[in-house]
């Protein structure tokens, strides 16, 4: 079965760190670009952070530039957010996504997963 299974979502406090993992299954994430977005009650789908297929150069929105870091394992398969210095508007659910070919973000995504909840409060 093709999919992107996102884990690691949870209640942290401000200042805190999580890490989010987007597993997939089916297909080499490695011929992908993916991306991960995020949602936050009422408000439109925010891109947060791609990296490449192939080459792994990345992109990150300026609301969480030099507080999160996208990587990639390739041998597990897996594409990780490292989110730290945690703030309350980072509050949403998390979604990857991955679009096959050469390009920096998904545009048209071939898989999405389910979605992890993070949720930054005292």
């Known amino acids: 079965q093709l999919q992107l299974v996102e884990s690691g979502g949870a209640l942290v406090q401000p200042g805190g760190s999580l890490r989010l993992s987007c597993a997939a299954s089916?297909?080499?994430?490695?011929?992908?670009?993916i991306g991960w977005f995020r949602q936050a009650p009422g408000k439109e789908r925010e891109r947060v952070s791609c990296?490449?297929?192939?080459?792994?150069?990345?992109y990150y929105a300026d609301s969480v530039k030099g507080r999160f870091t996208i990587s990639r394992d390739t041998a597990k398969n897996t594409v990780y957010l490292q989110m730290n210095s945690l703030k309350p508007e980072d509050t949403a659910v998390y979604y990857c996504?991955?679009?096959?070919?050469?390009?920096?973000?998904?545009?048209?995504?071939?898989?999405w997963g389910q979605g992890t909840q993070v949720t930054v409060s005292s």
């Open positions: 990296i490449r297929s192939g080459v792994g150069s990345t």
């Open positions: 996504a991955a679009e096959q070919g050469l390009k920096l973000c998904p545009i048209v995504a071939n898989y």
């Open positions: 089916g297909f080499s994430l490695g011929n992908y670009a």
